[in-house]
C-alpha cells in the first residue's frame, strides 16, 4: 500500500511521459498522478487530495502560480513545489506566496526524489491535521514594521549593496526564513545548504532581495501589530538576543552561523499563529499567563500545536537545512534528540530560556506588581544527562554580559 500521493503537471505530455519513465522505481512507494494542465491537477485533486503538487510554472490558461493559489485555498495540506525555469525569475516571485520548494527545469530524477522523499519525510515526522492546515493556508508571514521599512527604504536606494541589506535581514526572522527558501531551493543549484544570512544574500544578489521585499506579496506588515499583548519589538528583541548568545555558546565553531540563524528563527511559529488566527493567538496569550508562563500549553490548548512545531514544519516545507528545522522543533523539548544534535539544539534551549528569564526578571524590577513565574525554562534533567552543567554556567554569565552590553548600547 501506497502512502504518499503526488500530483505532476505540466502542459507537455512529453515531459509527463518523461517523468512517469524516470520515476517509475517508486511506483510501490508513491502514488503518482500526471495532470496535462492546470485545470486536469483540480479535477485530480478534487476526486483523490495529493499529498504533494510539483507543477510547471509557464502553462497555457492556468499557469503555475495560479493553479497552486487554488490548491493553497482549497487543499491547504498539500506541499506545493514549481518546477521552473531560469528564465522566469519574475514568475517565481509572483509564485512565492504560494510555493513552498522550487526546483529548476529541466529537474533531474535524483533530486526529484531527495525533494520529495525529504517532504514525505516531514509529513510523518509532523503528524497532525490541525498543523498541516494551519501551515498550508499560510500566504504572508509578519515582518516587523520597522525591518519592512527599512528594507522598503534600502530597496529604493540604488546604493544600497547586498551588506546593507544583509545587516537588516539577519535582524528579522520572517524575512531571515524567506531569504534562505529562495537561496537553498534545488532551483538555484547549489551544491551545499547555505545557513547564513550574509552569504545567501551575496549569492541571490540585490535584484532579487528587491523583488523579495517590494515586488512580491510575501510579508505583512499589518497584522503583527494589531494584536493586543503582542509586541513585534519585543520578539525581535528576544530572537536577536537567543541568535548572538547561541553563537556564542554552542560547542563546535563549524555550527556558529548555524547557532545563530536557529535562534533567529527558534519563534518564527509565533508569527505564524499570530498571522492565521489572531483572536485565538490573543486567547494563546491570556491563557499563558493563567498557566503561569507556560506558553506551549497555552497554544496547545487554543489551536492543537505549538509555535515550535509550527515553526519547524513551515522551514522544513522551504527547505530550510534540517539542523536548523530541528532546533527549532525542539527548542523546548531537547531532551527527545539524538546525542548528535544535542550540541546546536541545547545551545538554542539554554539561550532562549536564559533571554526569557532574564527579560522578564528585568521587567519584574520595573513593576511592583509584577507577577513573574521563571520557572521551567531550562531543563535541568537534559544538561545533566547531556553533560552541559558547566556550559551552562557559563553560558549564563555570557548572557549577563551579552544584556548589560544591549543595554547600554541601546
Not at 194 to 213: C, D, F, H, N, Q
Amino acid at each position: 500500500m501506497t502512502s504518499l500521493h503526488v500530483l505532476f503537471v505540466d502542459d507537455e505530455q512529453a515531459i509527463l511521459d518523461g517523468l512517469r519513465n524516470s520515476l517509475r522505481k517508486e511506483r510501490k512507494r508513491w502514488d503518482m498522478t500526471f495532470a496535462l494542465g492546470g485545470q486536469q491537477a483540480l479535477e485530480h485533486m478534487k476526486q483523490t487530495p495529493a499529498d504533494v503538487v510539483i507543477t510547471d510554472m509557464r502553462m497555457p490558461g492556468m499557469d503555475g502560480a495560479e493553479l497552486l493559489r487554488h490548491i493553497q485555498r482549497d487543499f491547504p495540506a498539500a506541499a506545493r513545489i514549481v518546477l521552473s525555469g531560469q528564465a522566469e525569475r519574475e514568475a517565481i516571485m509572483r509564485a512565492l506566496p504560494v510555493t513552498h520548494q522550487f526546483l529548476h527545469k529541466p529537474c533531474d530524477g535524483e533530486t526529484l526524489r531527495a525533494v520529495i522523499e525529504q517532504t514525505h519525510n516531514l509529513h510523518k515526522l509532523m503528524q497532525n491535521p490541525a498543523l498541516t492546515a494551519l501551515v498550508g493556508k499560510l500566504e504572508r508571514i509578519p515582518a516587523v514594521p520597522t525591518t519592512y521599512t527599512e528594507l522598503s527604504r534600502l530597496a529604493q536606494d540604488p546604493k544600497s549593496d547586498a551588506a546593507a541589506f544583509a545587516k537588516v535581514i539577519e535582524m528579522d526572522a520572517a524575512v531571515c526564513a524567506k531569504v534562505l527558501q529562495l537561496v537553498n531551493s534545488a532551483y538555484f543549484g547549489l551544491g551545499q545548504k547555505i545557513v547564513s544570512i550574509r552569504p545567501a544574500v551575496t549569492y541571490l544578489g540585490v535584484e532579487i532581495i528587491k523583488s523579495l521585499v517590494l515586488g512580491s506579496t510575501s510579508f505583512s506588515d499589518k497584522a503583527i501589530s494589531e494584536v493586543k499583548g503582542f509586541s513585534p519589538d519585543r520578539l525581535q528583541h528576544h530572537s536577536m538576543l537567543t541568535a548572538l548568545l547561541a553563537k556564542k555558546i554552542v560547542g563546535n565553531p563549524q555550527l556558529a552561523d548555524a547557532a545563530f540563524t536557529a535562534g533567529l528563527l527558534h519563534d518564527i511559529g509565533a508569527l505564524v499563529l499570530l498571522h492565521a488566527a489572531p483572536p485565538d493567538y490573543v486567547r494563546a496569550l491570556e491563557r499563558k499567563k493563567e498557566l503561569h508562563g507556560d506558553g506551549a500549553s497555552a497554544e496547545r490548548e487554543i489551536f492543537g500545536v505549538t509555535h515550535a512545531e509550527v515553526g519547524a514544519y513551515l522551514l522544513g516545507l522551504w527547505g530550510i537545512p534540517f539542523p536548523i528545522v530541528e532546533a527549532v522543533a525542539f527548542h523546548h523539548r531537547p531532551n527527545e534528540v539524538a546525542p548528535e544534535s544535542r550540541a546546536l539544539v541545547g545551545a538554542i534551549h539554554i539561550a532562549s530560556g536564559l533571554v526569557e528569564e532574564m527579560s522578564d526578571a528585568e521587567a519584574a524590577k520595573a513593576s511592583a506588581t509584577a507577577s513573574i513565574d521563571s520557572s521551567g525554562r531550562i531543563d535541568a534533567t537534559f544538561l545533566r544527562e547531556a553533560g552541559l552543567e558547566e556550559l551552562f554556567k557559563k553560558s549564563r554569565a555570557e548572557a549577563e554580559a551579552l544584556m548589560s552590553n544591549v543595554a547600554k548600547t541601546g
